[in-house]
């Protein structure tokens, strides 16, 4: 079985007008969002073998703010591909990673992650929250059997879907 965990970065500060969107940094409540979640992940155990991070300031920081919750294990790529990225090219990237690896956290942008994990959930407890909205700092937890190279729409049971307002 494979695990893959995705992770919408958590709330960008748009104080700074004249920055780059790939520049914005997080905002304070993104901030206390991002721990919140840190713990949880580390609750849970939900340490993956491999991290794929979008190049974008606010994914970053989400990461540096959850990385002590990922354990020492786990690989880290930022891939300045996964900040633009559509839902197909997410599907892709994930479809590229070896099999060896079993499971993975992505931690990307609206709208390619939400519509990503709404195509590939078939079944799940929290599906009709994950179809509803994925806020900022939102983590689905999706299991499927198979290769990374098979992942594709409806191949996946949505294991959790956690928000840091359910959270606290």
């Given at each position: 079985?494979?695990?893959l965990?995705l992770l919408?970065?958590a709330?960008?500060?748009?104080d700074a007008?004249?920055?780059a969107?790939?520049?914005?940094?997080?905002a304070?409540?993104?901030?206390r969002?991002?721990k919140v979640?840190?713990?949880?992940?580390r609750?849970?155990?939900?340490a993956?073998?491999?991290?794929?991070c979008?190049?974008?300031?606010?994914?970053?920081?989400t990461l540096?703010r959850?990385?002590?919750?990922l354990?020492?294990a786990?690989?880290?790529e930022?891939e300045?591909e996964l900040?633009?990225?559509?839902?197909?090219?997410?599907?892709?990237?994930l479809?590229a990673i070896?099999?060896?690896?079993?499971s993975v956290?992505?931690?990307?942008?609206?709208?390619a992650?939400e519509?990503?994990?709404?195509?590939?959930?078939a079944?799940?407890?929290?599906?009709d929250a994950?179809?509803?909205?994925?806020p900022?700092?939102?983590?689905?937890t999706l299991?499927f059997?198979?290769?990374?190279?098979?992942?594709g729409p409806?191949?996946?049971?949505?294991?959790?879907?956690?928000?840091p307002?359910?959270l606290?």
């Amino acid at each position: 079985m494979k695990r893959l965990l995705l992770l919408r970065h958590a709330k960008s500060s748009w104080d700074a007008p004249e920055l780059a969107d790939h520049d914005r940094p997080l905002a304070p409540r993104g901030r206390r969002a991002a721990k919140v979640i840190a713990p949880y992940l580390r609750r849970q155990s939900l340490a993956p073998a491999l991290v794929l991070c979008s190049s974008a300031q606010r994914t970053r920081e989400t990461l540096e703010r959850i990385r002590p919750a990922l354990g020492e294990a786990a690989a880290v790529e930022i891939e300045r591909e996964l900040y633009q990225a559509s839902e197909q090219g997410l599907l892709a990237r994930l479809r590229a990673i070896p099999d060896e690896v079993a499971s993975v956290l992505l931690i990307g942008h609206n709208p390619a992650l939400e519509q990503l994990a709404v195509s590939l959930a078939a079944r799940g407890e929290r599906l009709d929250a994950l179809q509803r909205k994925f806020p900022t700092a939102a983590l689905a937890t999706l299991d499927f059997e198979g290769s990374w190279k098979e992942l594709g729409p409806g191949s996946a049971e949505l294991t959790d879907f956690v928000t840091p307002k359910q959270l606290g």
